[in-house]
């Protein structure tokens, strides 16, 4: 199994940023799929999350600004980041889970600058 997530980088305050990520190995349409982040010296967050139906829920502090996808065709999720703001600075991880099966990408480093 490998996700492999892609996409980060850095950006001014403001600014917009996609990041992907890319399933193999899973019955990738069963999964429930998400993108956490953790910060220097802070515990790894949630960010948003997307069902096989393609529900989804964010975080407080990101609704409105990003957006979670799926295409199950390509085996990838997507989190389209807008008004990026210099607490948004964090490495991104994608997490997919079905019943006790977990499992996380490599993380991709977003970075704000103000």
């Known amino acids: 199994v490998q996700l492999q997530a892609s996409g980060g980088g850095l950006v001014q305050a403001g600014g917009s940023l996609r990041l992907s990520c890319a399933a193999s190995g899973i019955t990738f349409s069963l999964y429930v799929m998400a993108w956490y982040r953790q910060a220097p010296g802070k515990q790894r967050e949630l960010v948003a999350i997307i069902s096989s139906g393609s529900s989804t829920s964010y975080r407080d502090s990101v609704k409105g600004r990003f957006t979670i996808s799926r295409e199950n065709a390509k085996n990838t999720i997507y989190l389209q980041m807008n008004s990026l703001k210099p607490e948004d600075a964090a490495v991104y991880y994608c997490?997919?889970?079905?019943?006790?099966?977990?499992?996380w990408g490599q993380g991709t480093l977003v970075t704000v600058s103000s």
């Open positions: 997490n997919a889970v079905f019943g006790t099966h977990q499992y």
